[in-house]
T-cell receptor, first 112, second 115 residues
């Protein structure tokens, strides 16, 4: 079945540095790739998403890139700040099934 | 205020005692879904519903039931809970089920412990 692998599982960066989280999906028909941020004790919240007809999308310090040939997509956070510290989840949706498959999460720690 | 609500937020129960976790959204969303979150495993989809009276299994449906009798409500039922169902549960909803490319809004979560 569909699988989404996410790496790394933990990531520590110095404040102001960039962070990159990568996900690989198995079903080439997947067409929607959201990223969620979950702060400690809170619910996941969408921070950015990308559809399969787009290669890159940016929103201020956050960007997502998609490589359909290699079946992977990445989250890029520039100029990291302490409030970026959280767990980040990638996901892929499977057209025709209305199912979502999430990655296992990346715990990002931004060191002040 | 537009939101997804879940009740209860915390529940400790014993093996075999039937329980229901309620989920309600006030955004007129068509699509609703249940997930469980376990350390190291991320979020795994249990069941989802494309609209009233239309539900389908996610990746980990065993031991759970759902119903969608009204658009706003999507309860999760554990008829005979077991300790391996101890987890953090999230309900989510999105506007359209036409295709799964809408933002999902998550509820606050229900932490369930089965002894």
């Amino acid at each position: 079945g569909e699988n989404v692998e996410q790496h790394p599982s933990t990531l520590s960066v110095q404040e102001g540095d960039s962070a990159v989280i990568k996900c690989t999906y198995s079903d080439s028909a997947s067409n929607y790739f959201p990223w969620y941020k979950q702060e400690l004790g809170k619910r996941p919240q969408l921070i950015i998403d990308i559809r399969s007809n787009v290669g890159e999308k940016k929103d201020q310090r956050i960007a997502v890139t998609l490589n359909k040939t290699a079946k992977h997509f990445s989250l890029h956070i520039t100029e990291t700040q302490p409030e970026d510290s959280a767990v980040y989840f990638c996901a892929a949706s499977i057209p025709g099934t209305y199912k979502y498959i999430f990655g296992t999460g990346t715990r990002l720690k931004v060191l002040a | 205020e537009a939101q997804v609500t879940q009740n209860p937020r915390y529940l400790i129960t014993v093996t075999g005692k039937k329980l229901t976790v309620t989920c309600s959204q006030n955004m007129n969303h068509e699509y609703m879904s249940w997930y469980r979150q376990d350390p190291g495993l991320g979020l795994r989809q249990i069941y989802y519903s494309m609209n009233v009276e239309v539900t389908d299994k996610g990746d980990v449906p065993e031991g759970y039931k759902v119903s969608r009798k009204e658009k706003r409500n999507f309860p999760l039922i554990l008829e005979s809970p077991s300790p391996n169902q101890t987890s953090l549960y999230f309900c989510a909803s999105s506007l359209s089920s036409a295709e799964p490319t809408d933002t999902q809004y998550f509820g606050p979560g229900t932490r369930l412990t089965v002894l």
